[in-house]
């Protein structure tokens, strides 16, 4: 059974479109995040939730919009896509916030902007 | 600069080799280091979560250690094998939550 699934896998678009990736997790945990890992394989956190509320924003574009409908996902929606979002983001979730919570990665989802 | 500085950022060893991977940081407050293993293609793994009184935490293969005097961390591998090539990051967490992430370091055993 998959632990953290992101859809799709793989996402091809044009500039200027908008897109969602989705998250879901089975392991019953509290807390959600997406992560941007770019061409130089650099992971930098976007958001994080904890019971469907936003904890972390990280300095994003506000063009990103995360949503969780409830604590099993956490999809992110990307308005007006730009070339330099090219990259592979990352859904992750965790038990709870503190800090020796375990994170668990989904597979990746390798978004190409043209 | 970033908060999380990993070296090398690369290195190649024959199997059956020991490496060992080194993390600088200054993140302050500190609540925890995490070492994470990241195949290609694949999300991060955590490999070991280390608080600020631990020195030393081992799995299997790997073991990490952490100075927070120095603000130094290692992670070394022991005996490697084929499987262990993959990108190894240290991540640091601060007590509001904040996640600092080092670049890597890519491991190629080659056979």
């Known amino acids: 059974d998959t632990a953290v699934s992101q859809t799709p896998k793989y996402l091809v678009t044009q500039m200027g479109n908008d897109k969602s990736i989705k998250c879901e997790q089975n392991?019953?945990?509290?807390?959600m995040y997406w992560y941007k890992q770019d061409s130089k394989k650099f992971l930098k956190i976007m958001f994080s939730?904890?019971?469907?509320?936003?904890?972390i924003n990280e300095t994003v574009p506000n063009r990103f919009s995360p949503k969780s409908p409830d604590k099993a996902h956490l999809n992110l929606h990307i308005n007006s896509l730009e070339l330099g979002d090219s990259a592979v983001y990352f859904c992750?979730?965790?038990?709870?916030?503190?800090?020796?919570?375990?994170?668990?990665f989904g597979p990746g989802t390798r978004l190409t902007v043209t | 600069k970033n908060q999380v500085e990993q070296s090398p950022q690369s290195l190649i060893i024959l199997e059956g080799k020991n490496c060992t991977l080194q993390?600088?940081?200054?993140?302050?407050?500190?609540?925890?280091l995490r070492w994470y293993k990241q195949d290609t293609g694949r999300g991060p793994v955590s490999l070991t979560i280390?608080?600020?009184?631990?020195n030393t935490k081992s799995n299997g293969r790997y073991t990490a250690t952490l100075d927070a005097d120095t603000k130094q961390s290692s992670l070394h591998i022991t005996a490697s094998q084929l499987s262990d090539s993959a990108s190894y990051i240290c991540?640091?967490?601060?007590?509001?939550?904040?996640?600092?992430f080092g670049a890597g370091t890519t491991v190629t055993v080659r056979a």
């Open positions: 991540v640091v967490r601060r007590n509001d939550y904040k996640l600092s």
């Open positions: 993390c600088n940081y200054t993140v302050s407050p500190f609540s925890n």
């Open positions: 280390m608080t600020f009184s631990e």
């Open positions: 992750a979730s965790s038990q709870g916030l503190a800090g020796t919570y375990e994170q668990y």
């Open positions: 392991l019953g945990h509290d807390t």
């Open positions: 939730y904890n019971n469907k509320e936003l904890i």
